[in-house]
C-alpha cells in the first residue's frame, strides 16, 4: 500500500494474515464486533425512519401537547438525541470490554512474534 | 414592528460593521500564531497530512465539531427552526443520527487500515489503480460541491454582517477569506488546520451556549412559554408542529425522505470527515473522537432549537425574512437583540471564523487526495518520496484555493444552497457503499468498486441537473429555463439504492477473484489494529 517506507520497519510485513484470519480468537472478535454494530445499525436507522415519516405524514399525531406547549413530535426528536447518546456508551463500553482486549491480545501476538524484515513496506 | 425593522437596518448598514471585522481580525491574529508554533514540526506527509497523528481523541473529536458545523448549519438551522419552526429541527436531528454510522461501521476500521485518504482503504484489497481513481474523482467532486456552498455563503454573510453589499465589496471579501485560507493550509498543513477547527469549534459552541441560557432565562427557564411565544410572534400555532418546510405538497414530503437518507448515510462518508480519523494515534482514540464530537455537535443543535425559536419569539419571522440575508439572518439578529452590537460582533466573527476552518478543512483534504491518490499513487506509480508529494500537495492547496475564490465569486447572488446536500448525497451513493463492502464483503470485486463510485456520483449530479433546484421554477438557479423531468429536489432516495445495487451487481458479475490473501490482511488489520500507523515521534 504505501510507497513511503514508515520510520521504523512494519513488523507484521512477514505475518500470514489468512492464518490469523482463522484463529478462533480472530473469528470471535469479528463475531463480537458485527453482532454488535450491525444490529445496532440497523436498529437505529430504523428508529430514525419511524421518526422521519411519523414527522413527514403524522402530523395530527406529532402536534398532540402534552405539557404545555410541548408536542409529542417535539419529545420524539429529543429521544432521538437521548438514544444517539445512549447507543454511543453502550458501543464505547461493548468496546472497551468485549473488543479491545482480544483486539489487543492479537495485536501484541503479531508485534511480538515477527522479527523485523528488512523492507518497510507493507 | 416599526422599531424591529430599525434595529435591522442598523445592524446590517453602519457603526457595527468595524466591529465585526476587529473581532474576527483578533480571531485571525490569535489562530495565525497557534499555526505557526503548530507547524514548525511539519517535516514528513503524515506531518502534513494526518498532523502526526498526534492528536488526541477529544482534541480530534472539537476538530470534527469544527469541521461540520458549517455556516450552514448555524446560521442555516436557526433560521430555518424561527421561519419554519418544527421542520427546521429535523433538519438538524439528521446530521446528529448520522454520527452513528460513523461510530459503530467506520471510523475504527478506517483509521486501522489507512495512512491519508479515503481511497487508502478503498483501494487497499482491490486493485490499485482504478479504485483510487474513483475514490479520488468523488472525493473531489464532494470537496468541490461543499467548497463552492461554503465561498458562496461567504459572499452572503458579508452583506449581511459587514453592509457590504456591491459585488465588488463582497468579492475582496470572498478573496480575502479565501487567501487566509491558503495561508493556514500551506502554512499549517493538517496541524494548522486541526488548531484553526478547535478554536472555532469552541468559540461557536461557546457563543451559542451563551446566547441559549440567555434566551431560556429570558423565559424563566421554561421551554414550553418559549415556544407558546414563538408560535404568538409567528401567528401561527403550526411553528411547533411538523409540515410548515417539508409538507406542503406529496412531493416535498417525499423529498424529506430523500434528504434525511442523503443526510444519515451520507456524513460518514464526508472525505474531509473521514480524513480527520488520520490524525489520532489509535484506532481507540478515533472512537474517542467520534464521542466527542457525538456530544458536542448534539449539544450544539439543542441549541439551535432554543435560538431558533428563540428568534422567532424575540424577532419574529416577518422581521427576518426582510433583513437583508432572510433566513440567514436570523441568529445575528437575535445577537443584536440580545448583547447589543458586541454579542452581534463576536457572533459574526464566529461565523466567519466557520466558514474559513470549514473551507479549510476541505482543502487540505481535496489537496491531500490529488497529491497522494492521483499523483504519487496513480501518475507516478508510487515512485515519489514524500517531499515530492507533499511539495504537490502544496501546490494543489494554492490552485484549489485560487478556484474555490473564483467560484465563489462567480457563484454571488446564485442559488446554489442545494450543494451543500448534493454533497451528502455524493457521499453517501459514491461513497458509502464501497466503504461499507469493502470493510465487510469478503467477495466485493473492483469492478462492483468502480462501478458503484461512478454510478453513485453519475446519478446523484445527473438527477440533480434535471431536478427543479437546477431549471423550471421560480427559485431554480436557472429560473429562465425548463429542462427538469427529476420531481425531487434530493436524489438520495435513487442515487443511494443504485449505488448499493452496482456495487453488488459489478461484483456478481467479475469474474476475477480478488486476492484472498489481501482481504484476510485488511479485515485482520483492520479489526485489531495490527501494523496500523503508528504517531509521528519528535
Not at chain 2, 112 to 137: H, Y
Not at chain 2, 192 to 202: D, H, N, P, R
Amino acid at each position: 500500500m504505501g510507497q513511503h517506507p514508515s520510520p521504523e520497519a512494519d513488523p507484521t510485513a512477514t505475518v500470514d494474515f489468512q492464518e490469523v484470519q482463522q484463529r478462533p480468537e480472530f473469528k470471535e472478535l469479528r463475531h463480537r464486533h458485527r453482532s454488535f454494530v450491525f444490529p445496532m445499525a440497523i436498529a437505529f436507522l430504523l428508529w430514525y425512519f419511524l421518526y422521519v415519516l411519523l414527522a413527514d405524514y403524522a402530523h395530527d399525531f406529532m402536534s398532540i401537547k402534552l405539557v404545555g406547549n410541548i408536542n409529542v413530535g417535539l419529545v420524539l426528536g429529543l429521544l432521538q438525541f437521548v438514544s444517539t447518546v445512549a447507543i454511543t456508551m453502550w458501543y464505547v463500553s461493548y468496546a472497551n470490554k468485549k473488543l479491545d482486549p482480544i483486539a489487543a491480545g492479537i495485536r501484541h501476538d503479531l508485534e511480538s512474534a515477527e522479527q523485523p524484515p528488512a523492507g518497510g513496506t507493507k | 414592528m416599526l422599531p424591529l425593522t430599525t434595529v435591522t437596518q442598523e445592524t446590517t448598514q453602519v457603526g457595527e460593521p468595524w466591529l465585526n471585522m476587529t473581532i474576527f481580525g483578533l480571531f485571525v491574529a490569535i489562530t495565525m500564531v497557534i499555526v505557526l508554533r503548530a507547524s514548525r514540526n511539519n517535516k514528513t506527509a503524515a506531518d502534513y497530512y494526518a498532523a502526526g497523528r498526534s492528536f488526541t481523541g477529544s482534541q480530534n473529536g472539537t476538530a470534527i465539531a469544527g469541521d461540520y458545523l458549517s455556516a450552514a448549519s448555524f446560521l442555516g438551522i436557526v433560521g430555518a427552526i424561527a421561519i419554519n419552526g418544527y421542520d427546521g429541527f429535523l433538519y438538524s436531528i439528521g446530521f446528529l443520527v448520522a454520527w452513528l454510522v460513523a461510530l459503530l461501521l467506520v471510523a475504527e476500521l478506517l483509521r486501522n487500515t489507512g495512512k491519508f485518504t479515503m481511497a487508502d482503504v478503498l483501494s487497499f484489497r482491490l486493485k490499485q489503480r482504478p479504485v483510487r481513481i474513483a475514490a479520488a474523482t468523488t472525493t473531489l467532486a464532494v470537496c468541490f460541491f461543499y467548497l463552492l456552498a461554503q465561498m458562496a455563503g461567504a459572499g452572503a454573510l458579508v452583506s449581511l454582517l459587514l453592509g457590504i453589499d456591491d459585488r465588488l465589496g463582497q468579492s475582496i471579501v470572498i478573496t480575502v477569506v479565501g487567501a487566509l485560507m491558503i495561508l493556514y493550509v500551506l502554512v499549517g498543513g493538517m496541524k494548522g488546520t486541526t488548531w484553526v477547527q478547535i478554536i472555532k469549534a469552541c468559540l461557536l459552541i461557546a457563543g451559542a451556549f451563551v446566547m441559549t441560557v440567555w434566551v431560556l432565562a429570558l423565559y424563566g427557564f421554561n421551554l414550553s412559554a418559549l415556544l407558546g411565544d414563538a408560535a404568538a410572534t409567528a401567528g401561527n400555532p403550526e411553528i411547533l408542529n411538523p409540515g410548515l418546510q417539508y409538507g406542503v405538497s406529496e412531493t416535498s414530503k417525499f423529498d424529506f425522505i430523500s434528504l434525511a437518507l442523503a443526510l444519515v448515510l451520507g456524513t460518514a462518508a464526508l472525505p474531509h470527515v473521514l480524513m480527520r480519523f488520520y490524525t489520532v494515534p489509535t484506532a481507540k482514540e478515533a472512537r474517542r473522537s467520534v464521542v466527542w464530537a457525538i456530544w458536542l455537535i448534539g449539544a450544539f443543535y439543542l441549541f439551535t432549537l432554543v435560538l431558533g425559536y428563540g428568534a422567532g419569539a424575540l424577532i419574529g419571522p416577518d422581521a427576518i425574512n426582510a433583513a437583508p440575508g432572510g433566513v440567514n439572518s436570523a441568529a445575528p439578529l437575535l445577537a443584536f437583540h440580545l448583547g447589543g452590537p458586541l454579542l452581534l460582533g463576536v457572533i459574526s466573527a464566529v461565523a466567519f471564523a466557520t466558514i474559513l476552518a470549514v473551507v479549510a478543512g476541505l482543502t487540505i483534504t481535496a489537496a491531500a487526495s490529488f497529491a497522494h491518490d492521483i499523483y504519487a499513487n496513480v501518475v507516478r506509480k508510487g515512485k515519489v518520496d514524500a517531499d515530492g508529494e507533499v511539495k504537490v500537495a502544496r501546490r494543489t492547496v494554492v490552485v484549489i484555493g485560487v478556484l474555490s475564490i473564483l467560484g465563489g465569486i462567480g457563484a454571488q447572488g446564485q442559488n446554489v444552497a442545494f450543494l451543500v446536500a448534493l454533497a451528502f448525497a455524493v457521499a453517501a451513493s459514491a461513497n458509502l457503499p464501497t466503504i461499507i463492502y469493502s470493510l465487510f464483503w469478503k467477495k466485493f470485486s473492483t469492478r462492483g468498486a468502480v462501478w458503484s463510485m461512478y454510478g453513485g456520483l453519475a446519478a446523484a449530479v445527473v438527477l440533480i441537473a434535471f431536478s427543479p433546484v437546477v431549471s423550471g421554477a421560480e427559485t431554480s438557479m436557472i429560473p429562465g429555463a425548463d429542462f427538469a423531468w427529476f420531481p425531487l429536489k434530493n436524489p438520495g432516495i435513487v442515487s443511494i439504492p443504485l449505488a448499493f445495487f452496482l456495487g453488488w451487481l459489478g461484483t456478481v458479475l467479475d469474474k476475477t477473484v480478488e486476492d484472498p490473501a489481501k482481504q484476510a490482511e485488511m479485515e485482520v488489520r483492520s479489526l485489531t489494529g495490527v501494523g496500523a500507523e503508528k504517531a509521528v515521534e519528535h
